[in-house]
């Protein structure tokens, strides 16, 4: 059993989503950051025990940009929090779910992350996170 | 600030997506309990400190059963856990956001909800909930 480490939140753009958030999630816990090997401008917003991550696009071949042009903007991802990413994409590849990440990469904030296929988890985009 | 109490996800059918979340999330809390009031069965299983509620529409007629013929299986809402449901929906109410309910409403294990529209959180149904 794992525990949800943030819940991934497309947006057009991080400026007024911020503001709109602010009433449930108060303010974000330190300035966005760009993550290049995703495309994206991130930043999280405290909710209790887990967070809320915002994705901004930063071009037009980003994953979040096609995912907001296809879907328009709202929830993209579930994070979980893992021992090992490594482990766990092998674990989803083991029971035949397919991975977008067959091994953990860079993701925001120094962690190493990975992605499951939406195919994997009934149409959820999850992503396991290992923290330093 | 407000705690997350859970994410709904909207599955056709809880057998197999409690198969499939179960490396991720452990065993159900419980067995099923049909919400007649929104026309659903739901299942929880616990990620830590928050919790993945598997939706599954129990007829044509119920809003899940619209959200997966429209959008696909996959995530659905985000649940914050309030003090006050009404004071939650009024503030929201207040600063032009949309919402769904006016007031809280009878929700799954005895807890009063209320939900937000979509619009009011960048495309993210947002659901309030109390705790007895």
Same mark, same amino acid.
């Given at each position: ?48 025990? %887990? ?17 907001? %042009? ?8 579930? %994070? ?53």
């Amino acid at each position: 059993m794992v525990e949800l480490d943030h819940i991934g939140i497309a947006v057009p753009a991080l400026g007024p989503a911020l503001e709109r958030w602010r009433p449930i999630a108060g303010a974000p816990d330190g300035p966005p950051e760009v993550v290049a090997s995703q495309r994206v401008r991130v930043a999280f917003l405290r909710a209790g025990p %887990a967070e809320v991550e915002l994705l901004e696009p930063t071009g037009p071949d980003s994953a979040v940009a096609r995912f907001l %042009a296809r879907r328009g903007e709202g929830l993209h991802h579930l %994070a979980f929090r893992v021992p090992s990413v490594d482990a766990a994409l092998a674990e989803v590849a083991q029971r035949g779910g397919a991975v977008v990440d067959r091994v953990g990469r860079p993701g925001s904030r120094g962690r190493r992350v990975g992605f499951a296929h939406p195919t994997a988890f009934d149409g959820v985009l999850v992503e396991f996170v290992e923290r330093p």
